[in-house]
């Protein structure tokens, strides 16, 4: 039986908010980094921290990118910047003698040293609508660079007397452009799910990695417009989103969590800037994993970007449940660190839940019916017994008691459900004297008991196992059983009766 985990997005949620909580939680950290190292990808380390987040001790997990794969999915500046903050955050690198700096802005290239400039238009390679990224590269001298673009690609350039661009994208196919110079090869859905394939994961693992992934993919295509096959984003061919989901993946396998309590999901509102420009909050593919998978979004006050998509993909693919349980008891907590800032503390809290073990006393409410009745025969009474109990009565019994002018009668007392109310009245009235029924409901407290049969020296018997508070067992032998054994043995009911309670007791001790 696996574990229950429920999750607390009251911050929104993010793949490295997710896998922090997880460890958090206490997945095997060696059995993460061994199917990380596991992935055929290159670029990319990761790093398992502690953090502070409002003074509360916290998770961070971090994955390293080398230079050629650098991205800004957690650069506020640039996320939420103004347009002119954005153009004047420029990156500068070394590249051994020759140097060159990036701004995200326009679309273009100018080289120093070469003296020669390009743009991707027909003599390179022609991006489509959902290719165009917004950014400038100037470069000083000759030399071979590397800038990895806000949608997760790769431009390797070669200057002298041939230029070679290599584009690490976020497409669910993979091919290859050759013209003027220019060589393209674009990752997308496809190539990720091989290199899952290859990796050393579980088959469990391996399945959840594939379910995210695709749910990312088909939130993608739809905010692009294009088919399945020919999406273009940044989340599935980014090597974070893929290391993120993956080791989410790992983790919950760890964990051998089969159920997940989410909810509610808080994001923000606002506007936050991307590969495409800058677009509203819930952004395009948090919102469609939103609607193809009913996740419980409440927007907040926070002006910024809680829910990214691989968080979204990730709790779209693992919620099971929407409630959590009347009452449950905390078996573990965890809580992963998120690296942007905003109003409120980025921690997303993930708990293992179960039930509390049911008492031996259980509660319930029964309802009593009683009347008391003076001119009504044995033969009367007994009938009616018979009748209540056939129809579904708990208990009946006859009291005796004295009614005015000292008249010797007998108090009807039935225990009953609700729901057999009607019908028990029905037969009281019809069948006895008495022209009113005092009713009451009553709760009442009643030990955990189960129907049993067993093999004694006397024979087969049923019994009743009944359970005390403390967990201790006592049998009860039905009264047949006890009778018809003591025919069959040839001993009194008494002797019987005991001798099937003292073996039975100690089968249940």
Do not use: W
Not at 487 to 502: C, L, P, V
């Amino acid at each position: 039986m696996g574990n229950t985990l429920y999750l607390e997005c009251s911050s929104g949620i993010s793949g490295d908010m997710a896998v922090a909580a997880l460890l958090d939680l206490g997945a095997d950290q060696e059995v993460l980094k061994k199917a990380v190292a596991s992935l055929p990808v290159e670029g990319c380390s990761i790093e398992i921290s502690r953090v502070k987040k409002s003074g509360l001790d916290a998770c961070d997990f971090l994955v390293h990118l080398d230079e050629a794969h650098e991205n800004h999915d957690h650069d506020m500046e640039y996320l939420h910047g103004t347009e002119e903050q954005c153009r004047s955050h420029v990156h500068s690198h070394d590249h051994g003698e020759g140097h060159h700096t990036h701004a995200h802005g326009e679309h273009m290239h100018t080289h120093e040293g070469d003296s020669h400039g390009h743009s991707h238009e027909a003599g390179a390679h022609t991006h489509s609508a959902a290719e165009i990224h917004g950014h400038s590269h100037t470069h000083e001298d000759t030399g071979n660079h590397e800038h990895f673009h806000e949608n997760g690609h790769v431009h390797s350039h070669t200057h002298g007397d041939a230029e070679k661009h290599e584009h690490f994208h976020g497409n669910t196919h993979s091919h290859t452009h050759e013209s003027a110079g220019a060589h393209h090869t674009h990752r997308g859905l496809q190539e990720v799910l091989a290199i899952i394939s290859q990796a050393e994961l579980s088959g469990r693992a391996k399945e959840t990695a594939v379910r995210i992934f695709t749910i990312l993919a088909e939130a993608e295509a739809k905010a692009h417009g294009v088919p399945l096959e020919q999406v273009h984003f940044h989340e599935v061919g980014a090597v974070d989103s893929i290391v993120d989901i993956v080791a989410a993946a790992v983790c919950l396998d760890d964990l051998d969590i089969t159920e997940t309590v989410i909810p509610r999901i808080c994001e923000g509102r606002g506007f936050v800037r991307c590969q495409h420009g800058v677009i509203p909050v819930p952004v395009p593919a948090v919102v469609n994993i939103a609607q193809a998978n009913q996740l419980p979004l409440h927007l907040t006050e926070t002006e910024g970007e809680l829910v990214t998509p691989t968080g979204a993909a990730i709790a779209a693919a693992i919620r099971t449940k929407e409630q959590l349980p009347e009452s449950f008891v905390i078996k573990k907590t965890g809580i992963g660190a998120g690296k942007r800032t905003y109003d409120r503390p980025s921690l997303l809290r993930a708990m293992l839940i179960g039930t509390k073990e049911q008492p031996a006393v259980k509660h319930d409410c029964v309802c009593r019916l009683e009347t008391n009745i003076d001119d009504c025969t044995g033969e009367t009474l007994g009938y009616v017994m018979e009748r209540l109990f056939e129809a579904g009565a708990r208990d009946v019994n006859y009291t005796p008691v004295y009614m005015k002018k000292n008249r010797p009668a007998y108090q009807l007392n039935v225990i009953c459900s609700r729901e057999s109310v009607p019908e028990l009245e029905s037969i009281i009235f019809r069948e006895t004297t008495t022209i009113g029924i005092r009713k009451m409901e009553m709760e009442r407290a009643v030990l955990e008991r189960s129907p049993e049969t067993v093999q004694t020296s006397l024979g087969e018997a049923e019994v009743k196992v009944c359970t005390l508070p403390s967990g201790e067992k006592r049998c009860y032998p039905e009264y047949a059983a006890a009778e018809r054994l003591a025919a069959k043995n040839g001993i009194s009911y008494q002797d019987a009766f005991e001798q099937i309670k003292r073996e039975t007791q100690e089968k249940f001790r």
